[in-house]
């Protein structure tokens, strides 16, 4: 995934471009960058990998190599950025946040009529932001060409760009599926994803850009370029696992829809006669914490922390790319208080079930350390489709997914028939997804939060929120 933030001041804006987008860091891990543009150096552009290392140590030279009123910093999953581009319509700083689809047919189209080329990276793969770029220049605006941009895209794109002039243009994705918002403080302004980073950094939260919408930024000045969609599809997996507790979306706070999400599972629960006797419940660290407290507050039963994540050396589990090395380094994370698992029945609440590797190690450790039982509750619904809008839960293929292949063993290509049934743990499909994935990791139990129940959760209308990984339904 990624996230970006950018400042536009009366001031040098690198400090805060700095800490802004040292912010974002729990949404990507392989690069990172920050440009910043000054009126007697021009722009300046530094891009590091942090797969091994936090951005703050790759990044931490930056005061005495970089210096501008205007400057934008980004955490990329995927392709290097800032990228500086000069064009027919300007000179620019740019960063895309999103999932192209269809890059394939769109750099055939523009290498067809253009007579151009492309960078190659050491993969041979072309940068999807250098691609989001040559879209934009084919128009004669910023605010034509980003439209047109994001009109040719099968997925999503929100943009976000530093001019020649310090200016600012953010774009959010054309259904607002991620969050874009802009803060004020008494010399200028910033763009942030992440609420808190623009409060922790002294802005007073001005707006949130809708839908589609294009603006542009200096410290004096909030431009509107294009107005708005009506519509709007918001990834509610950002509430359930990706966004941080401490960020707003939509005037929603994360932490206490986790509360609130876990709630709801213990309500459902007991409706559905849970009656188990659990000495602890407790989430599978971090994520998973906020909806095991909302479980354990409502069902009456204790929380507690039967096992700690070793955070000082190994703080994300997801960093390596192979899932042998993700796995291994999960495990080594995982340290056990033994008088919490020893001889205890345990429910834990994890925030989703993708793919299940790590969730299957997780259990044996708690098995292998003493546990009568081990109970397990997901946050969301079974994952069926692998994301293809911002790349949350990516998958090369859906049968990569427990939930997905599950049901394709269970009735193979005819299942993808009744997936609305397998999502519903009161159907008989939905019983027997529960009942194959509890045995093959050997959950003493296994229930997934419905549908109805994470957007009640969310609190906006159905109709505003991306369900696609859940439901199929664009």
């Known amino acids: ?40 150096i021009g722009f300046q552009r530094d891009i590091h990998n942090i797969q091994n290392a936090p951005f703050r140590t790759k990044f931490e030279d930056i005061f005495d190599e970089m210096k501008g009123t205007s400057a934008i910093g980004c955490i990329s999953d995927f392709d290097p950025q800032p990228l500086l581009i000069t064009s027919n319509i300007g000179s620019y700083a740019i960063c895309v946040i999103g999932q192209i689809n269809n890059s394939d047919s769109l750099i055939e189209q523009f290498l067809s009529f253009s007579g151009g080329h492309f960078l190659a990276m050491t993969s041979g793969k072309v940068n999807m932001t250098e691609l989001v770029a040559a879209l934009i220049d084919q128009k004669s605006s910023f605010q034509d060409g980003i439209r047109f941009a994001q009109e040719q895209i099968d997925g999503s794109a929100s943009i976000l760009i530093m001019k020649d002039d310090g200016s600012l243009i953010a774009a959010r994705d054309m259904l607002g599926r991620l969050p874009i918002i802009i803060g004020k403080n008494e010399n200028g302004h910033c763009v942030t994803f992440e609420s808190f980073a623009l409060l922790k950094l002294d802005y007073e939260n001005e707006r949130e850009l809708g839908p589609g919408e294009i603006v542009e930024i200096t410290p004096d000045s909030i431009t509107q370029l294009a107005k708005p969609h009506k519509k709007m599809k918001m990834c509610s997996f950002l509430w359930s696992y990706y966004g941080y507790p401490t960020s707003c979306y939509e005037g929603i706070n994360v932490e206490v829809m986790r509360y609130r999400n876990g709630k709801i599972m213990a309500k459902n629960d007991k409706a559905n006669g849970f009656n188990t006797e659990i000495d602890y419940v407790g989430g599978v660290p971090d ?70 590797t790590q969730l299957k190690e997780t259990v044996e450790f708690l ?91 969310i609190g906006l209308d159905k109709d505003c929120l991306c369900t696609y990984c859940w439901d199929g339904k664009e």
């Not at 204790?302 to 390596?320: C, H, L, V």
């Not at 796995?327 to 033994?338: C, D």
């Not at 990516?394 to 397998?422: C, H, Q």
């Open 367 to 457: 098995y292998e350390n003493g546990a009568k039982s081990v109970h397990m509750r997901s946050a969301c619904p079974p994952i069926m489709y692998g994301c293809k809008y911002l790349n949350f839960s990516p998958a090369t293929s859906d049968m990569e997914l427990i939930a997905r292949r599950v049901v394709f063993e269970l009735e193979g290509e005819e299942g993808e028939k009744y997936i609305s049934e397998y999502l519903d743990g009161n159907t008989e499909r939905g019983k027997k997804l529960r009942k194959v994935i509890a045995e093959k990791f050997n959950f003493a139990s296994l229930e997934f939060q419905s549908l109805e129940g994470v957007i009640e959760a």
């Open 1 to 40: 995934m990624g996230g970006f933030f950018g400042v536009v001041s009366k001031v040098d804006a690198i400090s805060d471009v700095f800490f802004g987008t040292d912010y974002h860091s729990h949404l990507g891990t392989r690069r990172a960058g920050m440009a910043a543009f000054d009126s007697e």
């Open 287 to 356: 994520s998973g914490t906020p909806h095991a407290i909302g479980y354990a507050n409502e069902s009456g039963f204790d929380f507690a922390r039967a096992f700690i994540k070793y955070t000082p050396t190994w703080s994300r589990s997801f960093t390596p790319q192979k899932q042998q090395e993700r796995s291994k380094i999960a495990k080594m994370k995982q340290i056990p208080v033994h008088d919490l698992i020893t001889d205890k029945n345990l429910l834990f609440v994890d925030d989703s079930i993708v793919r299940g």
